[in-house]
């Protein structure tokens, strides 16, 4: 299987920026009424978009208003970040608007999943380190971090760069394999075990009239 | 030991490991819709695939429908764009589509069951939150993004984890009054949002055992609120006696061999389980949720929860925050502005029947916008078969055409500035039905009934 040097997910480095809270849900994300498209191009605009501007349209406090966070591309958050609505307009959406790495307490499926079909790692932390990475970005919009895969690390460097603190993340082995491999995209290796494919098809007795009772 | 449904599904189906270490499992049914899926095909098309198992998808119009009229083109134009997208879609790769037009038409929740698609021992797969509800037959169930629809067309399968898998047991009986819609309420209070976060549900118990397949889908339905991905019910007479006869179900002889297939893939009596919940609803009283996420929920004769008492103590304070209401304040008596009935949670023709024997011979409150919207064409020719719709209409309720409506508001009906919504739904989100500051309580179909009729949350067992 060709793997781009592209896919490779090793190591990121941006700066970060904290959006607390805990069960921020999808809708919340990419309200519904921007689902009503055929493609995903032009979601950046409208990531949280409700909590971002008022009825008038007029910019409320928002992290992703906050033009000191502008540019940031590691999104710091709290606990079961992503529930609800399974769309993939939620990560497309933030991906769009530049965020190429999210680290939080915790992270509902379904957004977890969409998340690394994208490329993006979704990596958690204890409380306590994200509450401090969150303290650290809020004070500090400036300064990089940079979160090694391989390590399981970040590091959230000086705002005059050097050496800054270290915390231990986790990832599941799975997604740090398909980072590390450049494989997140999983079609051709799914498609690769087309004869499997077709012959676990033939073996499913409700594809074949029920004549054979499973295993 | 035994094994349970979940874990023999998944054996069923696993492909093989992948170098990931996760599985590829096989999927039996895919079903789609016109908001997740465009994207998917298009993706196809950039990479010159094609669907491998064509007669494996199936195709609804649900989410975008406008439900006062359906007549083509629709008048909001991004809508017909969406529809005939997934028209143009379904005929190029070669996938059924039961579109605006056909007798079949409805939530994709809704129609899967109902024309017998969804059976026991399957995968099934939807880009859709709520595709946990078909795991009600005793199939594994579970909603993806478009990036895995993607690799569904293209090879049938997908790149998995298998996840823990949760008994959860309801014991005693139900009171009058008392529905599928406050168990699953309850539970999800009682686990939290995130509690299944890495588990399958498994339902079990008499309470279970004595629910007939809408209670159970119901029931399923909300796993997702829940956090567990998938919730599924052993198959057992009820699910065959609901699934014979339907349009997608063997007959005769093949009938009987897939009964005893499914027979087969129920849980053992000696499975195994990674984690066990036990919950009593003799006592159950209707539940209201009151914050901004399925498990702020109460019972109907309860207090709001003190902030001081919450686990969650920053999200119940936004939830206060944003619904304006207070700590020790009744959920009873709180003046509602429109009431909802519908959608893949509850539109289905038992709701219907529950909510109409609530509202037949009483009037919709002054000021009380109520609207009913069938799950499916199926659900709303039934109730008109059985007068349901005479009966919501002399009440002064809408009675409009099937689709998603105002669970999430892509259509036209949406809740107003900061109307507060009795709801049949499923979700209480910030801004989920329509409107930002706008306010949702969940609650079953004869609650959001008996809200309308006294235009302030209620308890039904005093109108029954």
Same mark, same amino acid.
């Given at each position: 299987?060709?793997?781009?040097?592209?896919?490779?997910?090793?190591?990121?480095?941006?700066?970060?920026?904290?959006?607390?809270?805990?069960?921020?849900? #999808?809708?919340?994300?990419?309200?519904?009424?921007?689902?009503?498209?055929? &493609?995903?191009?032009?979601?950046?605009?409208? #990531?949280?978009?409700?909590?971002?501007?008022?009825?008038?349209?007029?910019?409320?406090?928002?992290?992703?208003?906050?033009?000191?966070?502008?540019?940031?591309?590691?999104?710091?958050?709290?606990?079961?970040?992503?529930?609800?609505?399974?769309?993939?307009?939620?990560?497309?959406?933030?991906?769009?608007?530049? $965020?190429?790495? $999210? $680290?939080?307490?915790?992270?509902?499926? $379904?957004?977890?999943?969409?998340?690394?079909?994208?490329?993006?790692?979704?990596? &958690?932390?204890?409380?306590?380190?994200?509450?401090?990475?969150?303290?650290? #970005?809020?004070?500090?919009?400036?300064?990089?971090?940079?979160?090694?895969?391989?390590?399981?690390?970040?590091?959230?460097?000086?705002?005059?760069?050097?050496?800054?603190?270290?915390?231990?993340?986790?990832?599941?082995?799975?997604?740090?394999?398909?980072?590390?491999?450049?494989?997140?995209?999983?079609?051709?290796?799914?498609?690769?075990?087309?004869?499997?494919i077709e012959s676990k098809a033939g073996a499913l007795p409700y594809l074949n009239h029920f004549l054979m009772?499973g295993? | 030991?035994?094994?349970?449904?979940?874990?023999?599904?998944?054996?069923l189906h696993?492909?093989?490991?992948?170098?990931?270490?996760?599985?590829?499992?096989f999927i039996g049914l895919h079903?789609?819709?016109?908001?997740?899926?465009?994207?998917?095909?298009?993706?196809?098309?950039?990479?010159?695939?094609?669907?491998m198992f064509?007669e494996r998808?199936?195709?609804?119009?649900?989410?975008?429908?406008?439900?006062?009229?359906?007549?083509?083109?629709?008048?909001?134009?991004? !809508?017909?764009?969406?529809?005939?997208?997934?028209?143009?879609?379904?005929?190029?790769?070669?996938?059924?589509?039961?579109?605006?037009?056909?007798?079949?038409?409805?939530?994709?929740?809704? *129609?899967?069951?109902?024309?017998?698609l969804?059976q026991?021992g399957m995968t =099934? /797969?939807?880009?859709?939150?709520?595709?946990?509800?078909?795991?009600?037959?005793?199939?594994?169930?579970?909603? *993806?993004?478009?990036?895995?629809?993607?690799? +569904?067309?293209?090879?049938q399968?997908?790149?998995?984890?298998?996840?823990?898998?949760?008994?959860?047991?309801?014991?005693?009986?139900?009171?009058?009054?008392?529905?599928?819609?406050?168990?699953?309420?309850?539970?999800?209070?009682?686990?939290?949002?995130?509690?299944?976060?890495?588990?399958?549900?498994?339902?079990?118990?008499? /309470?279970?055992?004595?629910?007939?397949?809408?209670?159970?889908?119901?029931?399923?339905?909300?796993?997702?609120?829940?956090?567990?991905?998938?919730?599924?019910?052993?198959?057992?007479? +009820?699910?065959?006696?609901?699934?014979?006869?339907?349009?997608f179900?063997p007959?005769?002889?093949e009938?009987?061999?897939a009964?005893?297939f499914?027979?087969? *893939?129920?849980?053992?009596?000696?499975?195994?389980?990674?984690?066990?919940? +036990?919950?009593?609803?003799?006592?159950?009283?209707?539940?209201?949720?009151?914050?901004?996420?399925?498990?702020?929920? =109460?019972?109907?004769?309860?207090?709001?929860?003190?902030?001081?008492?919450?686990?969650?103590?920053?999200?119940?304070?936004?939830?206060?925050?944003?619904?304006?209401?207070?700590?020790?304040?009744?959920?009873?008596?709180?003046?509602?502005? +429109?009431?909802?009935?519908?959608?893949?949670?509850?539109?289905?023709?038992?709701?219907?029947?529950?909510? !109409?024997?609530? !509202?037949?011979?009483?009037?919709?409150?002054?000021?009380?916008?109520?609207?009913?919207?069938?799950?499916?064409?199926?659900?709303?020719?039934?109730?008109?078969?059985?007068?349901?719709?005479?009966?919501?209409?002399?009440?002064?309720?809408?009675?409009?055409?099937?689709?998603?409506?105002?669970?999430?508001?892509?259509?036209?009906?949406?809740?107003?500035?900061?109307?507060?919504?009795?709801?049949?739904?499923?979700?209480?989100?910030?801004?989920?039905?329509?409107?930002?500051?706008?306010?949702?309580?969940?609650?079953?179909?004869?609650?959001? !009934?008996?809200?309308?009729?006294?235009?302030? /949350?209620?308890?039904?067992?005093?109108?029954?």
């Amino acid at each position: 299987m060709l793997v781009s040097e592209e896919s490779i997910r090793r190591v990121i480095k941006g700066r970060g920026m904290p959006l607390p809270g805990d069960d921020i849900d #999808t809708d919340r994300i990419i309200p519904a009424r921007y689902l009503k498209c055929i &493609t995903f191009d032009e979601l950046g605009k409208f #990531t949280f978009y409700d909590e971002r501007y008022d009825e008038n349209g007029n910019k409320k406090d928002h992290p992703f208003n906050d033009e000191r966070y502008r540019g940031a591309e590691i999104l710091v958050v709290n606990k079961n970040f992503g529930c609800g609505s399974s769309r993939e307009h939620a990560p497309q959406s933030l991906m769009r608007a530049g $965020i190429r790495a $999210i $680290i939080g307490e915790s992270f509902a499926e $379904i957004f977890l999943g969409n998340c690394t079909a994208l490329g993006i790692p979704a990596v &958690t932390m204890e409380a306590g380190a994200v509450s401090e990475l969150m303290d650290f #970005t809020g004070k500090e919009p400036e300064a990089v971090l940079t979160l090694d895969l391989d390590k399981k690390i970040v590091e959230a460097g000086l705002p005059g760069g050097g050496n800054g603190k270290v915390f231990k993340i986790e990832i599941s082995d799975s997604a740090r394999e398909v980072f590390l491999s450049g494989t997140w995209d999983t079609t051709s290796a799914l498609l690769s075990g087309k004869k499997e494919i077709e012959s676990k098809a033939g073996a499913l007795p409700y594809l074949n009239h029920f004549l054979m009772q499973g295993e | 030991m035994g094994e349970n449904l979940f874990n023999k599904v998944w054996k069923l189906h696993k492909v093989k490991t992948l170098p990931s270490g996760q599985d590829q499992l096989f999927i039996g049914l895919h079903l789609i819709h016109e908001v997740t899926s465009p994207q998917a095909f298009q993706m196809l098309r950039e990479r010159g695939l094609k669907v491998m198992f064509p007669e494996r998808t199936f195709a609804a119009a649900d989410h975008i429908l406008p439900t006062d009229n359906q007549k083509r083109p629709f008048r909001d134009p991004l !809508a017909e764009e969406m529809i005939r997208a997934l028209e143009k879609n379904t005929e190029e790769f070669g996938i059924k589509f039961f579109g605006p037009d056909t007798d079949y038409q409805g939530i994709v929740h809704i *129609i899967g069951p109902e024309l017998g698609l969804t059976q026991p021992g399957m995968t =099934v /797969v939807c880009g859709d939150s709520h595709t946990s509800t078909h795991g009600a037959l005793g199939a594994i169930a579970f909603g *993806i993004g478009t990036s895995q629809i993607r690799d +569904v067309f293209a090879t049938q399968t997908l790149s998995m984890s298998r996840p823990r898998v949760r008994r959860i047991t309801i014991n005693g009986t139900l009171r009058k009054g008392v529905y599928a819609k406050d168990i699953i309420l309850k539970i999800i209070a009682e686990l939290g949002v995130k509690g299944g976060i890495g588990y399958a549900y498994e339902y079990s118990g008499p /309470v279970i055992e004595n629910l007939n397949m809408e209670g159970r889908l119901t029931i399923c339905n909300m796993s997702i609120e829940g956090g567990a991905r998938a919730g599924y019910i052993n198959p057992d007479k +009820v699910t065959f006696d609901y699934l014979k006869g339907r349009k997608f179900v063997p007959e005769g002889d093949e009938f009987d061999r897939a009964v005893s297939f499914w027979k087969g *893939i129920a849980s053992d009596e000696d499975a195994e389980y990674d984690d066990e919940f +036990v919950l009593d609803a003799g006592d159950l009283e209707p539940m209201v949720t009151w914050g901004i996420n399925p498990g702020h929920a =109460v019972g109907i004769t309860e207090k709001l929860p003190m902030l001081s008492d919450s686990e969650d103590r920053e999200v119940a304070s936004r939830a206060y925050e944003h619904m304006n209401f207070h700590e020790g304040d009744t959920i009873r008596g709180k003046k509602i502005d +429109v009431a909802f009935i519908g959608s893949c949670t509850n539109g289905r023709i038992s709701d219907l029947r529950e909510a !109409a024997s609530v !509202a037949k011979g009483r009037k919709a409150a002054k000021g009380v916008r109520a609207l009913v919207v069938p799950g499916s064409r199926q659900v709303a020719l039934q109730a008109e078969r059985e007068g349901l719709d005479r009966i919501f209409l002399e009440a002064g309720f809408q009675w409009r055409l099937p689709g998603c409506s105002m669970c999430l508001a892509m259509n036209p009906d949406k809740l107003r500035g900061s109307e507060l919504s009795a709801s049949s739904s499923n979700r209480n989100f910030i801004g989920r039905q329509g409107s930002p500051a706008g306010r949702t309580l969940l609650m079953s179909p004869a609650m959001v !009934a008996a809200a309308a009729v006294m235009g302030e /949350v209620t308890d039904v067992r005093e109108l029954l």
